[in-house]
């Protein structure tokens, strides 16, 4: 298990930066309730603030779980977006976690910040139901907060990724993607419940921000 913890220098760049720009997803919001297996609607807009989003390079947009601390990208939406998209929809993949409101839009620049980081933004927490996968207990514990302050709303984040590691061993379909969390048909003779497994969490400083001081326009996350 290798793990990198975000450094004085990089929590200050981003807490810098944060100041100075704010992408804002204005969908989903708290009271949104997507379903598994239907398209979901995600919306955003940018502040006007530099850095732009179109100095983002492309825009990826992901799925998550988790806490201020740590967070799991389960399903990636969007891929290397065009700047100039403010929206999308995709369906969810109902395999990827179990019914929850604990999910969270997560989105990322393609370009790297001067401290080797991707501009980030996030959602608010919301509520998926018709979902046919299941949380294994270490990701369970991150999306309920258990590592730090949960976050709850909309929140820019300019850095974010400080670190990857192993947090399960169960069998499982994985997505492949970095600090991403697949859950499916377990592979395991002693289950034969959906998990989610292969996960490798993003670990964030606590102090970075708190999610959900904005869902109206400033928010603060990881």
């Given at each position: 298990?290798?793990?990198?913890?975000?450094?004085?220098?990089?929590?200050?760049?981003?807490?810098?930066?944060?100041v100075a720009s704010m992408?804002?997803?204005?969908?989903?919001?708290?009271?949104?309730?997507?379903?598994?297996?239907?398209?979901?609607?995600?919306?955003?807009?940018?502040?006007?603030?530099?850095?732009?989003?179109?100095?983002?390079?492309?825009?990826?947009?992901?799925?998550?779980?988790?806490?201020?601390?740590?967070?799991?990208?389960?399903?990636?939406?969007?891929?290397?977006?065009?700047?100039?998209?403010?929206?999308?929809?995709?369906?969810v993949d109902p395999s990827?976690?179990?019914?929850?409101?604990?999910?969270?839009?997560?989105?990322?620049?393609?370009?790297?910040?001067?401290?080797?980081?991707?501009?980030?933004?996030?959602?608010?927490?919301?509520?998926?139901s018709n979902m046919s996968?299941?949380?294994?207990?270490?990701?369970?514990?991150?999306?309920?907060?258990?590592?730090?302050?949960?976050?709850?709303?909309?929140?820019?984040?300019?850095?974010?990724?400080?670190?990857?590691?192993?947090?399960?061993?169960?069998?499982?379909?994985?997505?492949?993607?970095?600090?991403?969390?697949?859950?499916?048909?377990?592979?395991?003779?002693?289950?034969?419940?959906?998990?989610?497994?292969?996960?490798?969490?993003?670990?964030?400083?606590?102090?970075?921000?708190?999610?959900?001081?904005?869902?109206?326009?400033?928010?603060?996350?990881?």
């Open positions: 298990m290798k793990t990198t913890f975000v450094s004085l220098a990089l929590f200050l760049a981003v807490v810098a930066q944060m992408a804002v997803i204005t969908n989903p919001v708290s009271s949104t309730k997507g379903k598994g297996g239907k398209k979901l609607s995600v919306v955003w807009n940018d502040d006007g603030k530099s850095p732009k989003i179109s100095d983002w390079g492309g825009v990826n947009v992901f799925l998550a779980v988790g806490s201020q601390n740590v967070q799991y990208k389960l399903q990636q939406l969007g891929s290397n977006l065009p700047v100039t998209q403010t929206k999308g929809s995709w369906k990827i976690g179990a019914n929850s409101k604990s999910y969270f839009i997560r989105m990322e620049g393609t370009k790297l910040g001067s401290d080797g980081n991707p501009p980030m933004a996030f959602s608010a927490r919301f509520e998926l996968g299941q949380f294994n207990s270490t990701v369970q514990n991150a999306a309920n907060g258990k590592e730090g302050a949960a976050p709850s709303s909309s929140t820019t984040g300019s850095s974010g990724s400080s670190s990857t590691s192993s947090a399960s061993s169960s069998s499982t379909s994985s997505t492949g993607l970095s600090g991403a969390a697949s859950s499916s048909k377990s592979s395991s003779a002693s289950s034969s419940s959906s998990t989610t497994s292969g996960v490798a969490p993003i670990y964030l400083n606590s102090a970075l921000v708190t999610v959900g001081a904005i869902a109206a326009g400033v928010a603060a996350f990881v």
